[in-house]
């Protein structure tokens, strides 16, 4: 079987990231982080508890969290180093499901036996009526459920299973049989049907946290973390993320978030029993653990073997421990005894309980009666919670990785808000890491020229994350990262230069570069409207590559002079010519950039940039970052406010984006205020005067500026 440390050492000489691995169970989805014999990454070496059982058949499963990029190349890594004979992807099959069966046989009988008896609109009722009574449903139609029973579970397609690889000591196509999909080999038996011929399955899974740990570190200029080299009781981490659980994993949920902050774990075990009780399982005890409250069990002797979980029946191996420690079982008639009840089998269960009692109450300094009816209430509650018991390694291995997010959000919230924005996958992530900004003091700014490429990026001098350009409609990450490695290049004082550059060196279109005006992204050469001239002049002169253009064109305009300066007007005859012939178009075009410049233009205004910037982007976020435009506020939301004790109204709250920080507010706006200048959503204010009422803020005095 491939040793966990020799692929963790080829993955991080690699560049790669490796969450946690653990081992699960032949058949289950119940996993374990490995236990860490030895810390030192040179030497270390694992054992997974749950499979030291000499009377265990299966092999269990090694799950091992990955970045997803990095798949591949594990992948690779092994079939080479064990041999394409001996190593395949793992098969998945797509079967024939309950009402997909009465679909398929009712679709064959309307084209065989009646049309109209087995229409969709009657086939709708069959499946409806096996819904809610199976037994009646194949009374009414027996001629459907005739062939039910012979295609339910039928295999109909198959697929090369994600995350999954098998390493066997045996070849695999002549004595299992193999499969091509997709180039890749695949062992024809699926997930279930290997571990009964005792293949080694491996899950690589790929896990968003470990690419946002990964990406932190990179971004910090550090190797991953390895286990030994984290301070795992930081006070300050742990007082961080029992105020905040934003973008802590397995934390993320309000739930989940909520049960931290009741129980304030101060260590990694301590988080650990909040993970689990977070489970299905936990119900019955969930509120009393995490108020701390110590649960008493029927025996002192269960009570000191749960004294780690406040006496709390949490985890799997605390089941082990009952049966092993107090019962007197074996280690691994122990484990089979835990996995008995687990999946619901009660003979096997009934088999052992006469060596469960008797171990039990051997044990017990109580009579014999009073001893078995604890170890009987005791395997009542175990079987209670059997089926969705959490694994304590799996629940630690979880923790460290929460713990590493806490850790890197504290010390280094920039870098980690910048990889945790880039591998967001929804909204609410996207959501989540912009509020960290606001807890961190971290600035959040829209793309900028120079500074910005395809994802997020930050600032460190400026203690600021700037948004990636291909959140920008129509801005894909190619030509993002083209703009950004132009930059880099060379230092441009004229944009006539930048638009030649940007012209000859990246794919950037005329549609494209009309947005990234419209958001400021090129602020730096100039006013929206300066900049929309300077690229109509730019096109005049056919993008730097016109060799003559039309007199009527210049002549008595402010161009003449400069046109004049770099081209000639006469005709190789001395005539007058209609035409200008240019000879060093480039510095006629850097002359009209000053000519544009010496004007002056008025930039367009507020409303027409924030109409852009929103019809871009998608959003309100358009910042003019200037002070003079802190009070200058876009009206985002409009809500009339009534009294509770006879509804009258009396005032509006004002929902505010400021133009010139970006920061949004919520001001109440009593009536005799507002009636004066009533505004709506869209509509821009200058607040001329306001105070602070404790948490709220009030609005005395503005203006309609749009």
């Known amino acids: 079987m491939l040793s966990m440390s020799d692929l963790i050492r080829w ?219 984290v301070n795992w009781d930081d006070p300050e981490v742990w007082k961080d993320m029992c105020g905040n659980q934003t973008a802590i994993f397995q934390f993320e949920s309000s739930f989940a978030a909520d049960c931290f902050k009741k129980f304030q774990p101060s260590n990694i075990f301590d988080m650990s029993l909040v993970t689990a009780c977070i489970r299905p399982s936990g119900a019955s005890y969930r509120e009393q653990l995490l108020a701390r409250k110590e649960h008493h069990n029927p025996s002192e002797i269960i009570d000191e073997l749960l004294s780690d979980n406040l006496g709390y029946l949490i985890y799997q191996e605390d089941t082990i421990k009952f049966l092993q420690q107090i019962c007197g079982l074996s280690g691994s008639e122990a484990d089979n005894v835990r996995r008995a009840i687990g999946r619901k089998q009660k003979d096997r269960l009934d088999a052992a309980l006469p060596s469960i009692l008797e171990g039990y109450c051997s044990k017990s300094t109580k009579e014999r009666g009073v001893a078995e009816t604890e170890a009987k209430e005791s395997l009542q509650i175990i079987e209670d ?68 490429r395809g994802g997020y990026f930050f600032d460190r001098d400026h203690k600021t994350v700037y948004k990636g350009m291909s959140s920008i409609k129509y801005i894909g990450e190619a030509v993002s990262n083209e703009l950004f490695d132009l930059s880099k290049k060379k230092k441009y004082t004229y944009f006539m230069d930048l638009l030649s550059d940007m012209e000859e060196f990246t794919a950037l279109d005329s549609r494209q570069l009309d947005l990234l005006i419209k958001i400021d992204f090129f602020k730096e050469f100039g006013n929206q409207r300066e900049l929309f001239r300077i690229v109509e002049m730019f096109n005049m002169f056919k993008k730097g590559q016109a060799k003559q253009i039309k007199k009527v064109l210049i002549d008595g305009t402010p161009l003449e002079p400069i046109v004049k300066k770099y081209a000639v007007g ?49 959003y309100i976020g358009y910042t003019s970052d200037k002070p003079e435009d802190r009070k200058k506020l876009y009206v985002t939301g409009v809500k009339p406010l009534h009294r509770k004790r006879d509804n009258k109204l009396f005032g509006y709250s004002m929902f505010t984006k400021s133009i010139g920080s970006g920061v949004e507010s919520r001001f109440t706006v009593f009536c005799n205020v507002f009636d004066k200048e009533p505004v709506q959503k869209g509509d821009i204010v200058y607040c001329k005067s306001w105070e602070r009422d404790g948490i709220y803020f009030k609005m005395l005095d503005y203006e309609k500026v749009y």
């Open 570 to 618: 006469v005709t190789r005859s001395g005539g007058e010519a209609k035409s200008y012939t240019l000879l060093d178009v480039m510095s006629i075009l850097k002359g009209v950039e000053e000519v544009i410049r010496s004007l002056h233009l008025e930039d367009l205004n507020d409303i027409t940039k924030i109409r852009n910037f929103y019809d871009v982007m998608g």
């Open 385 to 452: 919670s059997a089926s969705y018991q959490f694994g304590y390694n799996h629940s630690v291995a979880y923790c460290l990785l929460g713990y590493l997010c806490g850790y890197f959000r504290h010390y280094y919230p920039m870098e980690f808000i910048t990889a945790f924005l880039n591998n967001a996958q929804n909204d609410e992530d996207i959501s989540n890491g912009t509020e960290l900004m606001k807890v961190y003091g971290v600035k959040i700014a829209n793309p900028k020229w120079g500074i910005s």
């Open 11 to 229: 993955c991080k000489e690699n560049g790669m990231a490796i969450g946690t691995a653990r081992g699960s169970v032949g058949g289950s989805r119940a996993a374990y982080v490995t236990d860490i014999i030895d810390l030192n990454p040179e030497t270390w070496h694992t054992v997974f508890s749950r499979f030291c059982n000499e009377d265990r058949q299966e092999i269990g499963d090694i799950d091992v969290d990955v970045v997803y990029d990095d798949r591949p190349k594990i992948f690779k890594y092994i079939t080479d180093r064990f041999g394409s004979d001996k190593t395949a992807r793992v098969a998945a099959y797509g079967t024939l499901a309950d009402k997909s069966v009465v679909d398929e046989v009712c679709r064959a009988l309307a084209n065989t036996v009646d049309k109209d008896k087995y229409s969709i609109e009657k086939t709708k009722k069959i499946k409806k009526a096996f819904e809610e009574n199976p037994e009646a449903a194949r009374k009414k139609y027996p001629q459907v459920f005739y062939y039910y029973d012979g295609l339910v579970g039928t295999r109909i397609s198959q697929s090369v299973h994600p995350a999954g690889m098998v390493i066997s000591p045996v070849t695999l196509d002549d004595n299992y049989g193999v499969f091509v999909k997709d180039d890749e080999i695949c062992l024809l038996m699926d997930m279930e049907e290997a571990h009964e011929v005792g293949v080694a399955k491996y899950d690589f899974l790929a896990l968003k946290t470990v690419k946002v740990i990964r990406d932190t570190c990179n971004y910090i200029g550090i190797p991953y973390p390895s286990t030994h080299t």
